[in-house]
Nanobody, 121 residues
C-alpha cells in the first residue's frame, strides 16, 4: 500500500520560515515527479510546487514562486518544501503526492493526512 506522510508544519509568524517533509513509500516515489499541494480552510485544494524525478526541473504556482523551494532526496524517499517569507494567506494544510509531470498538478495517489501550517500576522 502506498503511503505519503507529511510533517514539519506548525505555527509561525509572518515573514518566518518552515521546512516541510514528505516521506513516500518506494512505489510512489521511485522515478516519479512529485508535488506539493495545499488546502486552506473553506477552499479547494490547490497546487503549490512540483519537482521532476531527477530534480532537474521544478515548477511553482505564482502565489509561492520566489518564496518556496521544492527539493527531493531519492535515497531517503523524501521530498521537501522550504517555505520562506511566509504570509498569513499561506495558512493551509499541506499535502504531497505523485504527479504525472511537473506541469500537470494532479495527485495520483491517495492523499495523506497532510501537515498544518498556520501563519500569524
Amino acid at each position: 500500500q502506498v503511503q505519503l506522510v507529511e510533517s514539519g508544519g506548525g505555527l509561525v509568524q509572518a515573514g518566518g520560515s518552515l521546512r516541510l517533509s514528505c516521506a513516500a513509500s518506494r512505489r510512489s516515489f521511485g522515478s516519479n515527479a512529485m508535488g506539493w499541494f495545499r488546502q486552506a480552510p473553506g477552499k479547494e485544494r490547490e497546487f503549490a510546487a512540483a519537482i521532476d524525478w531527477n530534480s532537474s526541473n521544478t515548477y511553482y504556482a505564482d502565489s509561492v514562486k520566489g518564496r518556496f523551494t521544492i527539493s527531493r532526496d531519492s535515497a531517503k524517499n523524501t521530498v521537501y518544501l522550504q517555505m520562506n517569507s511566509l504570509k498569513p494567506e499561506d495558512t493551509a494544510a499541506y499535502y504531497c503526492n505523485r504527479v504525472p509531470n511537473i506541469a500537470t498538478p494532479i495527485g495520483l495517489e491517495a492523499w495523506g493526512q497532510g501537515t498544518l501550517v498556520t501563519v500569524s500576522s
